[in-house]
């Protein structure tokens, strides 16, 4: 890749990734990239409180990215990446336009599909009168027993619990405290992703909820029975009035890069696409089984750490290490869990106050700041900082370590925590 201060960066897809990319190589490149950003929406949705939005308790946020583009000082096309040409170093968009790159960034995001026929199938985009029916049905006592289905291949289970727990609270503050609030799910124990403690403090919650979680369990289509579902092992059939069901996502399988048999992009720890020079992915789009914001962030700042060292600046790219960071709306404030999944020696997290700063849902280095400039993106600092329990610095500032956070990351080959301190600038 030539090394110059006009590196031509092409970051395809307007999502967490994408602009979290976007942040990463304005901080770490400066003037050694020329960005476009590529998208085939008009509007970054910070889409996590879009689970709140039937209970009044928040809404997502459209943010045109057009404004951020022109904020950052980047270039925005309107288009859907289509194809690779990566021998050529061509992006292939949805217009028929072939766009030219010296370093191709793909975080198109990926494809929400029913896992079942009959349930509602809950995503960020669903209708929010759609669920606001099922929650008048309960008002007005004509339901008794609801269902939520955390689908077999689906890792980020928190929506179908936040959605759980805030039907079981709307219920019992109407009044309707003979309802049922059932969830089924293949995970061992609830959110396990997170490691025990995380797990008990969800299932403690749910339980003062009043809601029913049987865990180890597949949900199917009954092949003999239209329109009925079955759980298994047992073949026992879902007894329930009305059925919420998480979505699975699908891979797009861009012609000109190698993906697996979903149509997810593979990359290494870097983001770098095998197979295609100078072609990087992170994000949804790629073969990494969690689906989540802020792991797609940090998929998007190792990604941008290699680009960076391609386009010349003197760093020493850091690969993607997955820390697990979760906020769960429960029936009186928030739960926070976070979780090293590297297998590396972080320790697990729990609480009821923030555990990173600003207290945003999705956690980035770079764009839960930025976002928490801007006005209506929502933060939930519902308590001041806490100080007499250790909680993760600024990922905005630049802060000196504690000694004995100095003293921690000397034992570890590699921190496994969110790291604030950008590994370089530009010279």
Avoid at 1 to 8: D, G, K, L, N, W
Wanted: proline content about 8%.
């Amino acid at each position: 890749m030539s090394q110059t201060a006009s590196c031509r960066v092409l970051i395809a897809g307007g999502g967490v990734a994408g602009l979290e990319a976007v942040l990463a190589l304005r901080d770490l490149a400066g003037d050694r990239v020329e960005i476009t950003l590529l998208s085939p929406v008009a509007e970054f949705v910070y889409s996590p409180m879009a689970v709140a939005e039937p209970f009044g308790r928040g809404h997502a946020v459209h943010h045109p990215l057009a404004d951020i583009a022109r904020d950052l000082d980047v270039g925005f096309v309107r288009g859907a990446l289509t194809e690779v040409d990566a021998e050529a170093r061509i992006a292939v968009i949805d217009t028929g336009d072939r766009l030219p790159y010296d370093a191709l960034l793909v975080a198109v995001g990926a494809r929400s599909e029913p896992a079942f026929r009959r349930p509602l199938t809950w995503t960020p985009e669903t209708d929010p009168e759609l669920f606001g029916g099922l929650l008048r049905d309960l008002e007005e006592g004509y339901l008794k027993r609801v269902a939520f289905i955390v689908p077999p291949g689906v890792a980020w289970a928190l929506p179908a619990y936040e959605l759980a727990l805030m039907t079981a609270w709307q219920a019992s503050g109407m009044g309707q405290s003979d309802v049922e609030v059932m969830v089924y799910t293949p995970e061992e124990a609830p959110l396990g992703l997170f490691g025990p403690r995380a797990s008990a403090a969800v299932r403690q919650e749910l339980e003062e909820a009043g809601v029913h979680v049987e865990t180890g369990v597949y949900v199917a289509e009954d092949p003999k029975v239209p329109d009925r579902l079955i759980l298994h092992p047992g073949e026992r059939p879902l007894e329930a009035q009305r059925i919420v069901a998480l979505p699975r996502a699908a891979g797009l399988a861009l012609p000109g890069l190698v993906a697996d048999a979903r149509g997810f992009i593979l990359t290494d720890l870097h983001g770098k696409v095998p197979g295609a020079d100078a072609v990087w992915a992170a994000g949804d789009a790629i073969a990494f089984p969690v689906k989540q914001g802020g792991l797609a962030a940090q998929q998007a700042d190792a990604a941008a750490e290699s680009i960076a060292a391609a386009a010349g600046v003197q760093i020493e790219p850091r690969p993607y290490q997955p820390v697990l960071r979760g906020m769960m709306l429960v029936g009186r404030g928030s739960e926070w869990m976070r979780q090293d999944l590297s297998g590396g020696s972080g320790e697990e997290a729990a609480s009821r106050h923030a555990l990173w700063w600003p207290p945003t849902k999705i956690a980035g280095r770079y764009l839960s700041p930025y976002l928490a400039r801007l006005d209506g993106t929502p933060t939930f600092d519902d308590a001041p900082r806490p100080h007499g329990e250790a909680v993760e610095l600024d990922l905005e500032r630049d802060l000196p370590a504690t000694a004995d956070a100095m003293r921690q990351a000397s034992l570890r080959s590699n921190s496994m925590q969110l790291d604030p301190d950008s590994p370089g600038r530009a010279r």
